[in-house]
């Protein structure tokens, strides 16, 4: 193949970071440049093209990038447009896949971060092999990815996946991002388990490492910290964001039974702290059915690459999508 | 083609029921013989063979039979048995499509009822054209059959769609069937209804024309007649219980964004009684991007055929199967 590379482009809400990565997922480079410095849509899509040749060319990669993936917040794989998004200065929906396909001659492939992280993983990572998976990203947020049949689920609009807004109390749930209540981000993102934190110390009144610190500055890294510790309420934070976890996981089951949940994020890291609960309350919740036939593993993608690996993964779809009608935005001049 | 027709059968706790089917959906004849006559599996299947021979002879469609297709309770696809079923009396598993295709010389596909029903109404039904819908069956529970980007969700198991069985209320849930609480299908089957009719007519002290019924003998059937001649209580149940339909639909649509939700079965024909207030809820709880674009709508498959026309759909599919690893059991002398 004269086209070993794909190109990741990943757009967060402060960094655009990139990367050269090859077929077994190796980041040869990468590189970054800020989202917010430019106001005007087009002179963003300049410096990314800008950085991006001069990345190409220190690394001999130019004319060998078989397709681009990009992932970004709300972008909508079918469309190739980020649809809305308020961390973003442009003004939606941006047409990104073609814009981004003709600056560069490339074909380019869109989708949202948590499905990128999905594909990235089914490419490269600890869902090597399996066909029917849901990846669940624990981050600020919580966002999910589902693949089942060895294809991800874009549903009728492009924007399935939402694992994050089920709803996991239906009575006095909490106020979510997305303006309702109860959702499961809003009890087990690492804004949710700081918020469990805030909600325990003040009903409860017993001692805790917690209570050192100032109650609205507490994250849910000072809840694993205390929680590694021997402290009782951190460890009972764990285990009630486990269990929601475990309650959700037994609902999505029922939903795709698939073979895995893969988790990647920070709250992920905490280890049994979150996975034993998690696991003791995804078996207790289950179906007879699908006891004991589900496993709940970790991502397998460096945490530092990861996001870069997981765009590039599209970038070879991309680039195999020869035959219209197809959602990759193909370069006119190609 | 020199084989048009296919053959659907249905096995129900009580009838098998069976008929050949053309291309367009139409049931050209069927019959049925008793499901527990026989103890013994191989003599049920005799049976079987003898009465369909019987049917295909008097409709001179011996020879012109694509494919069998057959739904049955906990059928699974991948593996052709029925795994496991307390309402059948052979010893489980019953290897069921391997059976019926050495038999009678014909593919053999087989699903559970709901997916049946899926794809029954896919190929001659409702959602004709549709790529991404959910079907949901409102009968003495509550079934389901997903399709995501044309294809049956069967998931890594096969067991794939129990929707019935996502957790609707977590606290104080009623018992359903499955040993768990706070089911879907324990408040929104038709037996739901009846439950929830028993528990308005406990608690509540107002008058009803339900209070005429001896409490233990309310069915839904008594509830829809009730609520059509404007009883309170009876038009309450019915907004209860497509609440709680709606607010499972708004969950279900974060999963695979549907382009509809196709309802079969009794309580689906309550017309607007139920539809109003459940897709009053599934708008109110939907996220706001999903909001507006989901539709609700009904089988359009007649009651009497649906079950033989959904397992028959299944029919063409084997059929056309003649590559393998596939699911469908081919007759090894074909």
């Known amino acids: 193949m004269n086209k070993p590379y794909v190109l990741g482009i990943d ?6 970071v990139f990367g050269i990565v090859d077929a077994r997922g190796v980041v040869i480079a990468s590189s970054s440049i800020k989202t917010l410095k430019h106001a005007d849509f087009n002179d963003y899509i300049d410096e990314l093209h800008t950085e991006v040749t001069r990345l190409l060319k220190a690394n001999d990669a130019e004319d060998k990038i078989l397709g681009i993936g990009i992932g970004a917040p709300n972008a909508n794989y079918y469309t190739g447009r980020i649809e809305a998004c308020v ?15 003709e600056k560069f001659g490339i074909p380019v492939a869109i989708t949202n971060d948590a499905n990128a992280a999905a594909i990235g993983e089914m490419t490269y990572g600890a869902a090597r092999g399996l066909r029917d998976f849901i990846m669940i990203t624990l981050g600020t947020g919580v966002g999910s990815g589902i693949v089942i049949n060895g294809q991800l689920v874009y549903g009728h609009d492009g924007f399935a996946g939402e694992l994050g807004h089920v709803i996991m109390k239906r009575n006095n749930g909490r106020l979510c991002g997305c303006g309702r209540t109860g959702c499961l981000e809003a009890y087990c993102s690492a804004t949710g388990v700081a918020r469990t934190a805030r909600e325990f110390l003040e009903i409860r009144s017993d001692d805790s490492l917690l209570r050192q610190l100032p109650l609205d500055s507490i994250t849910s890294k000072d809840v694993y910290d205390a929680a590694v510790k021997g402290d009782k309420i951190a460890n009972e934070i764990f285990e009630y964001t486990g269990n929601i976890l475990g309650e959700a996981f037994a609902d999505f089951t029922a939903f795709s039974s698939p073979e895995a949940f893969v988790l990647f994020g920070g709250l992920a890291r905490s280890g049994d702290l979150l996975l034993r609960p998690l696991r003791e309350s995804m078996e207790k919740n289950m179906m007879k059915m699908f006891k004991g036939k589900v496993k709940v593993i970790l991502s397998e993608l460096k945490e530092a690459d990861a996001a870069v690996l997981g765009a590039s993964a599209l970038g ?12 990759v935005a193909m370069p006119t001049q190609a």
């Open 316 to 327: 070879w779809e991309a680039g195999k999508a020869n035959t219209a009608p197809s959602p």
């Open 11 to 16: 757009i967060g809400g402060t960094n655009t």
């Open 87 to 101: 961390n973003l200065p442009w003004p939606m929906p941006v047409p990104l896949a073609q814009t981004v396909s």
